[in-house]
């Protein structure tokens, strides 16, 4: 499967984004989609998993703020963020996995490009 991400972009804090993962291929719907994130010097880090069965999973720092959704006619993940802090500056990373509930970077074996997200103060 090949993923294309994009939405990202320059907001105030407070703010919100909303991305998008584009895929390609057939089996979309069997993959566990995830948004991992990096910012500089930082590993890169989960955030947000939407797994075949439809039930999602986030880490706690975007507990509230964040929602991840899948549209597997449209082979279309989203990720939508709101109350965006500086913090959640980053690039953001649309990944596919054939492991379902999972979290970790190594399970996920699809990449997408990222866009970069940067929030200001």
């Known amino acids: 499967v090949q993923l294309q991400a994009f939405g990202g972009g320059l907001v105030q804090g407070g703010g919100s984004l909303r991305l998008s993962c584009a895929a390609s291929?057939?089996?979309?719907?069997?993959?566990?989609m995830g948004w991992f994130r990096q910012a500089p010097g930082k590993e890169r880090e989960f955030v947000a998993a939407?797994?075949?069965?439809?039930?999602?999973f986030y880490t706690d720092f975007v507990k509230g703020r964040f929602t991840i959704s899948r549209d597997n006619a449209k082979k279309t993940v989203y990720l939508q963020m709101n109350n965006l802090k500086p913090e959640d500056t980053a690039v953001y990373y649309c990944?596919?996995?054939?492991?379902?509930?999972?979290?970790?970077?190594?399970?996920?074996?699809?990449w997408g490009q990222g866009t970069l997200v940067t929030v200001s103060s």
């Open positions: 291929g057939r089996t979309f719907s069997s993959y566990g």
């Open positions: 990944a596919a996995a054939s492991r379902q509930y999972t979290i970790r970077v190594s399970d996920y074996g699809y």
């Open positions: 939407a797994w075949t069965g439809g039930s999602t």
